[in-house]
């Protein structure tokens, strides 16, 4: 309809565990064009909302865009909306944001990645709106994404140093390690490893956001 939004193709937005569980939806305006990310084509622009941990109908939305910018999938968008009968938007849900991001771009891109970059008629230039998406594996879709932006520079990077030492002090006298395993994740959503909170907190060190430890001081 004339001045009415655009068709739109949504898709259910799953975990790419073995549960294969909803965590949300994705959708792109019929006709986006479809992009190389190295070996499979992503929608150039896709809008996708998800769900945070805990009852569904109590926890704020999360709306995010990603859009792909010289071939890399980007986030241009985050928006949390809290329900109207739901729980307050609090730091705790901004941090799982903060924590979750290549969680989230891997399940996006793997959900809409696709094998071919032409979606029209044959012999014709009309949209093919009737026939399903030639869907990308997953796995490759998820390599796709690792590849493109390896080697790119990580801006969160000094972010991470930051949140590391800020929760290694707090917890100095407890058990920092466990902390800062409770505070990130890792693709799968799970807590990070001993193993990894322990390189961020070395990381952390050489990067001059915590002090160089001395004999008889806590070492992670």
């Known amino acids: 309809m004339a001045g009415g939004a655009p068709l739109q193709e949504t898709y259910d937005l ?8 909803k965590v949300g939806e994705i959708s ?8 190389a990310v190295r070996d499979v084509f992503v929608p150039e622009r896709i809008d996708a909302w998800g769900y ?3 009852k569904a109908r109590e926890q704020p939305v999360l709306r995010m865009t990603i ?11 985050f928006e949390v909306t809290a329900a109207s009968d739901g729980v307050e938007i609090t730091g705790a849900h901004l941090g799982l944001v903060r924590d979750n991001l290549e969680w989230w771009r891997d399940m996006i891109v793997r959900n809409a990645a696709q094998r071919s970059a032409s979606r029209v008629q ?10 399903a ?17 390896r080697g790119r520079p990580r801006k969160a990077t ?32 799970n807590n990070i490893s001993r193993r990894t909170a322990a390189r961020y907190v070395s990381d952390a060190r050489k990067a001059g956001h915590l002090p160089a430890t001395s004999q ?3 070492k992670a």
Not at 14 to 21: F, K, L, Q, Y
Not at 122 to 131: C, F, H, K, R
Request: charged share 30%; no cysteine.
């Open 158 to 189: 000094d972010a991470r140093h930051e949140r590391v030492a800020m929760i290694y002090k707090a917890h100095l006298s407890g058990k920092p390690l466990e902390a800062i395993r409770d505070a990130f994740r890792d693709s799968d959503g």
């Open 67 to 77: 859009e792909v910018r010289q071939g890399i999938p980007s986030f241009t968008r």
């Open 14 to 21: 799953r975990a790419g565990d073995e549960t294969g569980v």
């Open 52 to 54: 945070f941990p805990g």
């Open 28 to 35: 792109w305006a019929f006709g986006t064009p479809l992009v």
């Open 216 to 218: 008889g001081m806590r």
């Open 133 to 149: 998406p030639d869907w990308a594996d997953g796995g490759a879709a998820s390599e796709a994404v690792r590849e493109v932006r």
């Open 122 to 131: 044959p012999g014709t230039d009309v949209w093919d709106t009737l026939t």
